[in-house]
């Protein structure tokens, strides 16, 4: 079993930044791609970043291209989420995800592993 624990979530004014924490316990995230999505009130789970095995490949969705940065830390079996620039648009809960693969997916229903979420709420 892998167990996903997120952190860094918060309170902030838009214009600053964040960086969320993703812990995985049980198993080494070395070879799993891993995943950020995120969830508004009311809408439904969006892609936000990925990053292959290695952290070689990146993928971000575009309205976060730019922005935000993913990372990860083998060694340390985290992976983490720099989110600069913040708007009230990135208002969500932040959810880490681990797949069982080395290439990266946008697609939420390829990963297999899933944190209980972080709140990032970003006021005006």
């Known amino acids: 079993q892998v167990q996903l624990v997120e952190s860094g979530g918060g309170l902030v004014q838009a214009g600053v930044s964040l960086r969320l924490s993703c812990a995985a316990s049980?198993?080494?995230?070395?070879?799993?791609?891993m995943g950020w999505f995120r969830q508004a009130p009311g809408k439904g789970r969006e892609f936000v970043a990925a990053i292959s095995w290695s952290g070689s490949s990146t993928y971000y969705a575009k309205s976060v291209k730019g922005r935000f940065t993913i990372s990860r830390d083998n060694a340390r079996n985290t992976v983490y989420l720099q989110m600069n620039s913040l708007k009230p648009e990135d208002t969500a809960v932040y959810y880490c995800?681990?797949?069982?693969?080395?290439?990266?997916?946008?697609?939420?229903?390829?990963?297999?592993?899933w944190g209980q979420g972080t709140q990032v709420t970003v006021s005006s």
């Open positions: 049980g198993r080494t995230i070395s070879s799993a791609a």
């Open positions: 995800a681990a797949r069982t693969y080395r290439e990266v997916s946008t697609n939420e229903k390829q990963y297999d592993y």
